[in-house]
């Protein structure tokens, strides 16, 4: 993972090179830190430590008796299914992966019903077990199966903690189960059974995406200079002081639109506390240069635009043409093309005094994603440092757990009671 801070030095906001020497002493003390949790296994820094302690093997174990299968349906929510479908969406099988993380009960039934239910695994992912969105769909998901003649017990995976509902069921059917690792919040475990079991299912090489986080791992530094992982974690932080609180990340490659989305949670969840943080916005490239590019380009001086591409890809050529002013396409590439809308946009927003960022991984192959995930966690851990905020915690998620739990009969909590003490101003 390589990262370009030079477009946004002498924006508005922007920083300075003084401002980043400055800033690098933080980042030592931060780094410092960092490296003491992970060498202490605390929770969350855990997290930064999964490209060494998570076992492939036992993944491969765990997934084996499936063999091929022709779909994996993942089951899950938030961390416990973003990680995964980043993999997945990103990199080829012929194995379909697909994703419950919501409750709409119209996606679900168009989901069940599109899915070979014969030959499909699910992967039910919770921590906790007890998780009411994800053992909603899964029991829904459970019938289905039955409905259609097939035996759930043969085509399910869990990965779980060591207590909940989950575990007791997978030990009650003895179903073939991963651990969630301890110590590790689920938007940090990309690179962990949560993670890595569709990769598995699908045939990818989870050993190199493993070894891709390792990558990061080894660059990780004392200076801002010396890692990109720290220089994007400190100029993101330091913009964000300078009034840049929006952070809009555009991937320049279709495979990493789900990357957009993952990236979202773990910024938004793990950095919005105290009245701080930077809301991630999802864009994606060349796509959205047609429609939000305008604001970013030319809206309120409150953002930074993260650009994000591999530099290497296959190519598709565009034909020859003679269409009065097409002419110049022709002898050209898609690809070719993509890059000219990523360098003109990059340049667009500098022109402007727009703060933007350049990312670039080599390509999107297991090794370059795996590097690229732990990047952006190391990232987000200096931010929260370098902000003092409780980067491994979500209290706000937890107050609408507890609501919605309440109101469904689950339990007496007080934040259920606030529900019905909702203003309304209704026009009809």
């Not at 410092?32 to 969350?44: H, P, S, T, Y």
Request: glycine share 10%; net charge negative.
């Amino acid at each position: 993972m390589r990262v370009d801070l030079g477009n946004a030095l002498a924006t508005t906001p922007g920083l300075t090179t003084a401002t980043l020497d400055r800033l690098d002493d933080r980042v030592a003390a931060a780094h410092e830190r960092i490296a003491a949790g992970m060498a202490d296994d605390e929770f969350g820094y855990a997290a930064l430590t999964l490209p060494e302690t998570a076992d492939p093997n036992a993944i491969y174990a765990a997934v084996e008796g499936f063999d091929r299968p022709e779909a994996v349906l993942t089951v899950g929510i938030g961390g416990s299914a973003l990680g995964a479908a980043t993999l997945s969406n990103a990199l080829d099988s012929d194995v379909d992966a697909y994703v419950l993380d919501n409750v709409d009960p119209d996606e679900t039934r168009r989901r069940l019903a599109d899915l070979p239910l014969d030959d499909t695994v699910v992967n039910v992912v919770s921590k906790s077990g007890t998780t009411a969105e994800t053992l909603a769909n899964f029991l829904v998901v459970r019938e289905a199966m039955a409905d259609a003649g097939v035996d759930w017990t043969e085509r399910t995976l869990v990965t779980t903690g060591e207590s909940g509902n989950l575990r007791r069921l997978a030990d009650r059917h003895d179903l073939p189960s991963l651990p969630v690792p301890d110590g590790v919040p689920g938007r940090f475990s990309a690179l962990s059974t949560v993670g890595l079991a569709v990769a598995a299912l699908q045939g990818h090489d989870i050993e190199a995406v493993l070894a891709g986080g390792r990558d990061g791992m080894d660059a990780l530094a004392g200076s801002l200079y010396d890692s990109p992982a720290y220089a994007y974690g400190a100029a993101t932080y330091a913009l964000a002081e300078r009034g840049a609180l929006t952070n809009a990340v555009m991937p320049y490659a279709e495979s990493l639109e789900t990357f957009a989305e993952w990236f979202a949670q773990l910024w938004a969840e793990s950095l919005g506390k105290d009245g701080l943080g930077q809301t991630p916005a999802r864009a994606l490239g060349a796509t959205d240069q047609h429609s939000q590019l305008q604001l970013y380009r030319a809206g309120p001086p409150d953002k930074l635009v993260t650009l994000v591409r591999p530099t290497e890809r296959a190519d598709a050529p565009i034909p020859e043409t003679d269409l009065d002013g097409l002419a110049y396409l022709g002898g050209s590439s898609l690809g070719g093309l993509l890059d000219a809308e990523f360098e003109a946009t990059e340049a667009s927003l500098a022109a402007a005094g727009v703060p933007n960022v350049r990312v670039e991984i080599d390509r999107v192959d297991e090794r370059a994603l795996g590097e690229l995930l732990f990047g952006m966690e190391a990232a987000c851990v200096l931010y929260g440092e370098l902000a003092s905020v409780s980067t491994f915690t979500q209290p706000a998620v937890e107050w609408g757990k507890k609501a919605a739990r309440g109101l469904l009969g689950g339990g007496d909590f007080e934040e259920a009671e606030a529900v019905a003490e909702k203003r309304e101003l209704r026009i009809d």
